[in-house]
């Protein structure tokens, strides 16, 4: 999940880590005059809060230096549409805008810590050519980014800390405050289980390092650790999306036309590709789980069904703790209660496979049964209109 700046900077205020003062969150322009009486002398920073960055580049940061400036940006910046080098051509709305100090920088530096994969560890990415993007970076100078990896048990320790200020090139009067903020932003990334935490600047001001800018980036499958923020609502996320998150249905939205239903997250990515190969193109991943029975079933019908874009439902279970029988009562239980627009397409499998095949047939419901993947997806996308 990623975090807005603003709520990724309350993260970073509790930790103490050095931020410019904090005005507010405002999703009106008249709000930015309560700031402005409450940080009183200007500079100030409007920012717009929209998961991208590249926002400088796109008129979503702004320098006020008269209160009549900063009005006149929270009027422009609220409702705004804008698109970043980052947005990939697509336009995000401007909801919320965050007001903070203007601060005097010095230098920039890049500051991030992330997972490297490759050999199961943080590392910590930095480099004393800050602002602009790490990309840009790594293909313009690839020589001053400095990577290093820290354990992700004891962090960044000290000695490591200063060696790191003094490969920068950070001033020695500052280097102390550096290693703090350096350490205490390894912690954490470790401490919240984050998969990136990126301060692009972290700058060097006359006072000491500040972060100015905040990207973080949660991992998932730790949110059950997190209480602070795993009630938030990922504003990224599908109205299918967020109802399967309630349901605990690991489910993922995508651009195609086949709704698939599918036990088993391997079996899934399957049945994805099958269709892909048969010229067809799934709507979504979804994996019911182990139980798929009535209840799941109608469940995941309906988040399938959110997406306007589905021309047909391929449900492809494999029966291994759950029998198929039973899940093609469950099906058919399901289809009693809700009425599907949407061709059905079934492929059952595994335990009792005939017997759920048997009464699906019987039924007399009107749905299209398939006697393996291939026949399924090939079946599915001749439903949903042919080969696309
Ligand atoms: P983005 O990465 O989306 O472009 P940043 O938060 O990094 O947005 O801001 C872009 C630039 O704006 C920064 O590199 C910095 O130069 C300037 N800036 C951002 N916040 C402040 C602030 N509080 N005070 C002074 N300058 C700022
Ligand atoms: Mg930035």
């Not at 200063?162 to 090139?169: I, S």
């Not at 036990?263 to 010229?279: E, K, Q, R, S, Y």
């Amino acid at each position: 999940m990623k975090l807005l700046e603003y709520e990724g900077k309350e993260l970073l205020r509790a930790v103490q880590v050095p931020l410019p003062e904090f005005g507010g969150v405002i999703d009106k322009p008249a709000q930015v005059n309560s700031i402005l009486k409450r940080l009183k002398k200007g500079p100030w920073v409007l920012k717009a809060q929209v998961l991208a960055g590249g926002r400088g580049k796109a008129g979503g940061v702004k320098l006020a230096k008269t209160p009549a400036e900063a009005r006149a940006f929270a009027k422009a910046m609220i409702g705004m549409k804008m698109a970043t080098h980052q947005t990939h051509g697509q336009t995000l709305k401007v909801e919320q805008v965050l007001v903070e100090q203007g601060v005097k920088i010095e230098k920039e530096f890049y500051f991030s810590v992330a997972i490297d994969r490759k050999i199961g560890s943080p590392v910590l990415i930095v480099s004393s050519q800050g602002g602009m993007e790490i990309e840009t970076l790594a293909s313009e100078h690839p020589e001053e980014i400095i990577k290093k990896p820290v354990d992700s048990v004891y962090g960044l320790l000290p000695f490591a800390a200063r060696a790191l200020a003094f490969e920068l090139g950070v001033p020695a009067e500052y280097v102390s405050s550096f290693t703090k903020t350096a350490m205490t932003l390894v912690k954490l990334f470790i401490n919240k289980d984050m998969s990136l935490l990126e301060i692009n600047p972290l700058v060097l001001t006359p006072k000491g390092f500040v972060a100015l800018d905040a990207k973080i980036v949660t991992d998932d499958n730790a949110l059950f650790r997190h209480a602070d923020f795993a009630s938030r609502v990922d504003i990224e996320s599908s109205p299918a999306e967020k109802e399967a998150k309630k349901h605990d249905i690991s489910y993922v939205g995508l651009d195609g036309n086949i709704g698939c239903m599918v036990n088993g997250a391997g079996l899934a990515m399957g049945t994805m590709d099958t269709i892909a190969l048969a010229g067809g193109s799934p709507a979504n991943f979804l994996d019911v789980g182990g139980a798929a029975n009535q209840e799941r079933v109608e469940r995941a019908f309906k988040i399938i069904l959110k997406d306007p874009k589905v021309k047909t439902i391929l449900v492809n279970i494999f029966g291994g703790i759950v029998r198929c029988d039973m899940i093609a009562e469950g099906i058919l239980a399901a289809l009693k209660k809700m009425k599907l627009k949407v061709p059905l397409v079934v492929r059952l499998e595994g335990t009792n496979s005939d017997k759920g095949r048997e009464i699906l047939d019987r039924s007399g419901t009107r749905l299209i049964t398939a006697s393996s993947l291939w026949d399924a997806a090939q079946k599915s996308v001749q439903a949903a209109g042919g080969k696309i």
